[in-house]
């Protein structure tokens, strides 16, 4: 029944698609000549067109991809990435060494760098900015946890000296977590939100690029930091929100944008002969999953039985090949398939709908209606949310869809305010911490990482020991012992690691996927 319903989907998806693409290109959903003023037959302007607007620009707080790529080319870490791996390079830190039993951590700067008023980049910035982020507390916080002081050596080295050993305390630094902000950030607090309000839509960074418009809805605009060290040969980069698919595809088929992020894989395969469009396609790390309100929402929930039916509901290959056409593969476990940790021995969940229903009854919760919360942030959830409100129909269960704007489905993740929400996530280093400690830890409720609102404190407890050990074979125990926990207890639907996808001008180049900065841009590297 499913197929079915996911073919007819896909065909009158298709009918809909090729009479948008008869339409005029200035009919809503297309930018006006104004907007449009961003030709790309330039070589030094790169125009992205992404399906949503992002949140808060402030790194202390923003814990999204989405919001990420804007900011990680305006700020600078002390280490990066290097290339497509997970190894690290240096940053705005030329060396650093940690003692023995890597608790203390030395980094020293080099010399030279700036923010984007020409204020010095120095080991005391590197400070202000890691204590700010700590008394904000909010998510990107939550990974910094264990640091207990920060000390300033002299103008170049600044110390880190942790409470506990955190094996992946070096990788985390060259996240978005890292991002040194200036501390002139701290003269536009407004009672005492320590510049939030402020870096909200303005930033503040010692990156190759600053931001120099945000029209809401329509565009984010970076040029060139005069003062960084690095100067990209990209001078200008314009995030264009387009949510209309066939919009982003009509433009890159005419050179009017460089990349289209939100062209659904439905529409990918009709751009595989386009002239000037390449596919870039590649393994990625990123899963689609549900979130199940163990907490907050509706209370036949918080019974495992219940949320364990809702895990045999699901029509894994039906799913898969309708909404992804087989460009993904079903998750087995929480730790996807590529990084360390992954078990194929841990529970699986397959579809198998007597089961579900059996399990329901169990629980004495039949007749039951639930809502799932998405947004407008991925082109494919909408097929997806269809695909699985005919899922759980099939066990009797009712699912209404509430589609919302991005930002408001963050907000009301953060508050628990649903049943179930369509997520993504994605690492940001490689270790299984990035996926167990974030979805399952309780420290973690809301936008933070456990947006399934769990709490279990065996859990706990074993997440801290295999967070603080360096070990890797105990941690690897320690990892197994909680999936098998988790597993059981069902707080999240775990529906697919997703094949990364993106069409672009064959004009770009320079660009390197990397799995740990998932939908960001090495823009300082790339060119036309």
Request: glycine share 6%; charged share 20%; hydrophobic share 40%.
């Amino acid at each position: 029944m499913l197929k079915r319903f996911l073919y007819s989907f896909v065909v009158i998806c298709s009918i809909i698609f090729l009479a948008a693409c008869s339409e005029n290109a200035n009919s809503p959903g297309s930018e006006d000549s104004s907007t449009n003023n961003t030709s790309t037959t330039g070589s030094e302007q790169l125009v992205v067109a992404i399906p949503a607007d992002v949140t808060s620009l402030d790194p202390a707080i923003t814990m999204d991809n989405t919001t990420w790529k804007i900011i990680y080319n305006v700020y600078e870490r002390l280490v990066d990435y290097d290339g497509a791996t997970t190894n690290i390079k240096p940053g705005l830190a030329e060396k650093w060494d940690v003692s023995e039993d890597g608790l203390t951590w030395t980094f020293n700067l080099e010399d030279g760098h700036k923010f984007s008023d020409g204020t010095p980049v120095d080991a005391e910035a590197v400070k202000a900015s890691f204590e700010r982020s700590l008394k904000i507390n909010a998510g990107p916080a939550s990974v910094f946890t264990m640091v207990s002081e920060i000390t300033v050596e002299d103008p170049l080295t600044v110390k880190f000296i942790l409470s506990d050993s955190f094996p992946p305390f070096l990788s985390t630094l060259a996240a978005n977590y890292g991002n040194i902000v200036n501390p002139k950030a701290l003269e536009h607090e407004e009672n005492g939100d320590l510049g939030q309000n402020y870096l909200a839509s303005e930033t503040m960074g010692s990156g190759p690029y600053k931001l120099t418009g945000w029209k809401q809805g329509e565009s984010l605009t970076l040029e060139v930091n005069e003062h960084s060290k690095i100067q990209p040969n990209l001078k200008k980069v314009v995030f264009r929100i387009i949510g209309d698919a066939s919009v982003q595809r009509m433009q890159l088929e005419k050179g009017e944008i460089d990349i289209a992020e939100g062209i659904p894989v439905d529409q990918i395969q009709t751009l595989e002969n386009v002239e000037n469009v390449t596919i870039l396609q590649e393994p990625s790390l990123l899963v689609d999953y549900i979130y199940i309100n163990n907490k907050n929402g509706n209370t036949a929930l918080q019974d495992k039985r219940v949320r364990q039916a809702l895990n045999y509901a699901m029509d894994y290959e039906s799913i898969i090949s309708g909404v992804q056409l087989g460009y993904a593969t079903q998750m087995h476990g929480p730790i996807p398939d590529g990084l360390w940790g992954h078990d194929k021995s841990v529970i699986q969940y397959n579809y198998d709908v007597e089961k579900a229903k059996q399990l329901l009854t169990e629980a004495g919760a039949e007749n039951l209606e639930l809502s799932l919360l998405y947004s407008d942030n991925k082109s494919w959830w909408a097929t997806e949310a269809l695909a699985l409100q005919a899922s759980l129909a099939e066990i009797g269960v009712k699912l209404n869809l509430n589609k919302v704007a991005y930002a408001t489905s963050r907000e009301m993740m953060d508050k628990g305010d649903f049943d179930l929400m369509l997520g993504v996530w994605s690492p940001d280093f490689g270790d299984p911490y990035m996926f167990m400690n974030y979805w399952f830890d309780s420290n973690n409720q809301g936008l933070a990482g456990n947006r399934a609102f769990y709490s279990n404190p065996k859990v706990d407890e074993l997440l801290k020991q295999a967070a603080t050990n360096n070990d890797q074979e105990v941690r690897l125990d320690l990892y197994k012992q909680i999936q098998d926990i988790v597993l059981d207890e069902a707080p999240y639907i775990l529906l697919y690691q997703k094949d990364f996808i993106l069409p672009m001008s064959k004009n770009v180049k320079g660009f390197i996927y990397n799995p740990m900065l998932e939908g960001q841009y090495n823009l300082q590297e790339m060119s036309k």
